[in-house]
């Protein structure tokens, strides 16, 4: 939890649910987290010697380890046959002895989705880190610290972005911190995947990132092997420390935390998946912590059957969370959500402005992270609202409507101004259902071209994907009617073709009683599989041409999309460019099919429909 300037910084968060029932005034338990049975943490005051201390431990029958670096922390395994709760209070007795507390499980906070390989990474966009990289791509010599369950430095995303040298294994107390997870490699290349190999990139690719692993192979850790990473990676030289975990509040961890920021590092924590009301987890909840909730592809906060991002106090800023495409072990890919996937967002932004801005302090970066932040209504919760890497490193700053990534959902009518050298792009989101008429008009001011572009439910973005209708004509209105094909949110982009000014978007969706009969069949077919030739008139004569067919089924009294095709165009000309296309359609029925033909750049244009009857 950051504390904003001029705003009291003193005492200890609230924490989330009841923590911190005192034994005695050195014995601090939490009696509902769950911890390492047999296990306690002894905190020595200052001044007292290690050795005594350990001395009356072991004369007790416990065995003592002292934590690398920091000597009056003790992780103490109690004597077989005697509780944790009894030997709390015995171990309390001992001299030197300040505090006595349970060794905290914390657990990786993130959810699989399933499926790996996702086509593209929409959250790069969504942050607009691709303008920021027209700033930086990261120093070297920036060093982000990943607490996980390790990193897979053999990845091909990730050769030469991680220090193995530095690397340190806290789990099994060796210096080798390869990943035998997953979750940590994940989280690493969406820090720090290189650029330009194919693969995925980062957020912050140039950046290096110090392995720490904290975690065990099956996602859990404890608070003494985290809290020893975290003041290891300070040591270390890390400016950002990345945790991507979550558990109760837990006096030694926010020691360590105070020793991180002491030693000036940015530390970047998860905010937790139970869609609690209540605030984040710990340690993302605690003072000098930036607490990080995630959204999803429209903005909003991350909400799925069983929980979703926490929000309210502590959570100081969102970042996507849903569907994140990156690395894992042994070269592979995979999509995953949770806190866990936006925390690094904002870690590897923090680390671009570390680089462009080496001199400054982690409060001064912290700031620029937080106050160029992209606002949020007030009931999502999300703090400052969703990371941008653009404002932060001082890049222009366009508009978050200009793609549709965040497209937002409002009523009709709407109104904006565009400009071909200013804000080019608005994107907004509607609802309809299938069979439902979507009716659109745009009005520009004069001396504006303002085109009017519709895209189908599952479209990425404007700037790549191709819109199922368009009104780019010389008068306004601008004006596109169409009968919703299939359920879900269409999107409508106002492009500023030519000029500045203002514009009027007006829209209905309604449903509509007329029954639209399929027009007489040109083909008729028992085949499932088969081979389409055709045509489509070019708008430009000139440049790289993609041939995309959509293919409909009539379904109860109208055209429902099923699939798109890509075509192999096999010659072109300033008067038509003639395609064919393999496909097979398994589904006896009418079916409708059209020709989209596209450079990228120019307005498509699309053919005449074709029929097709499949028995």
């Known amino acids: 939890m950051i504390v904003p300037p001029g705003s009291a910084s003193g005492g200890t968060p609230v924490p989330v649910r009841p923590v911190s029932s005192v034994v005695s005034s050195r014995v601090v338990v939490d009696p509902l987290a769950p911890a390492v049975a047999g296990e306690l943490v002894v905190v020595l005051e200052d001044g007292a010697a290690a050795s ?30 005697v509780s944790d709760p009894v030997f709390d209070a015995i171990a309390s007795q001992a001299p030197g002895v300040a505090r006595v507390q349970p060794n905290y499980i914390y657990r990786a906070t993130y959810d699989p989705t399933g499926d790996n390989r996702y086509p593209e990474q929409w959250g790069l966009p969504a942050i607009h880190a691709p303008a920021a990289w027209d700033i930086s791509l990261g120093a070297s010599a920036i060093l982000v610290a990943v607490l996980d369950t390790g990193v897979d430095a053999s990845h091909p995303d990730l050769i030469g972005r991680v220090d193995t040298a530095l690397g340190r294994d806290f789990v099994n107390d060796d210096n080798d911190a390869t990943d035998d997870n997953g979750h940590g490699t994940h989280v690493a290349g969406i820090i720090a995947a290189t650029e330009g190999n194919g693969g995925t990139v980062g957020v912050a690719p140039g950046c290096r990132v110090l392995p720490v692993k904290v975690m065990a ?72 912590v930036v607490g990080v909730g995630a959204v999803d592809r429209t903005g909003a906060r991350w909400v799925y059957t069983r929980g979703g991002s926490n929000y309210g106090s502590g959570v100081d800023i969102a970042a996507p969370g849903v569907d994140i495409l990156s690395t894992v072990p ?8 949770g806190t866990s996937m936006a925390s690094p967002f904002v870690a590897g932004v923090a680390a671009l402005v570390w680089s462009v801005n080496a001199t400054w302090s982690a409060t001064q970066v912290e700031e620029r992270v937080l106050s160029t932040a992209e606002a949020l209504p007030a009931s999502q919760q999300l703090g400052a609202g969703i990371v941008r890497a653009d404002g932060a490193v001082g890049a222009t700053v366009l508009h978050t409507d200009n793609d549709i990534a965040y497209a937002p959902a409002l009523p009709s009518p709407v109104q904006g101004q565009l400009g071909v050298a200013t804000d080019q792009d608005d994107v907004y989101r509607i609802h309809a259902e299938a069979g439902q008429q979507i009716a659109v008009s745009l009005k520009g001011s004069a001396y504006t071209d303002f085109a009017l572009y519709m895209y189908a439910p599952g ?41 500045e000014g203002t514009y009027s978007l007006i829209w209905s969706v309604k449903s509509s009683a007329i029954v639209v009969r399929p027009a007489a069949p040109a083909r008729v077919t028992r085949r499932r599989t088969f081979t389409l030739y055709g045509y489509v008139a070019p708008r430009h004569s000139s440049g790289y041409y993609l041939v995309t067919l959509f293919f409909y089924r009539w379904e109860k009294g109208h055209y429902v999309y099923h699939k798109k095709v890509t075509a192999r165009r096999y010659y072109y000309s300033a008067a038509k460019s003639k395609y064919l296309a393999r496909t097979s359609l398994a589904t006896p029925g009418i079916w409708r099919v059209r020709a ?18 499949v028995r």
């Open 52 to 81: 005594t201390s350990e001395q009356a431990l072991e004369a007790r029958g416990a065995t003592v380890e002292r934590m690398p670096g920091d000597e009056d922390t003790l992780l103490v395994t109690t004597p077989r046959g």
């Open 217 to 288: 192979a099956d996602g859990t850790g404890d608070s003494y092997d985290i809290a020893a990473g975290i003041e290891y990676a300070a040591d270390a030289g890390a400016r950002v420390i990345n945790l991507s975990l979550a558990g109760p509040s837990d006096q030694l961890m926010s020691d360590a935390v105070s020793y991180a920021r002491s030693k000036g590092c940015v530390v970047v924590a998860a905010a937790g998946n139970e869609g609690s009301p209540d605030g984040a987890d710990y340690p993302a909840r605690y003072e000098g």
């Open 330 to 337: 042994g070269g592979g890919y995979a999509s995953v959500s």
């Open 459 to 499: 479209s990425t973005s404007v700037h790549t994907d191709a819109p199922m209708a368009q009104a780019d004509g010389p008068t306004y209105p601008r004006a596109i009617s169409v009968r919703a094909p299939i359920s879900g949110d269409y999107y409508l982009q106002a492009h500023a073709q030519a000029g």
């Open 596 to 613: 989209f033909h596209s450079d990228g750049v120019h307005a498509p244009t699309y053919s005449a429909y074709r029929y097709i009857v």
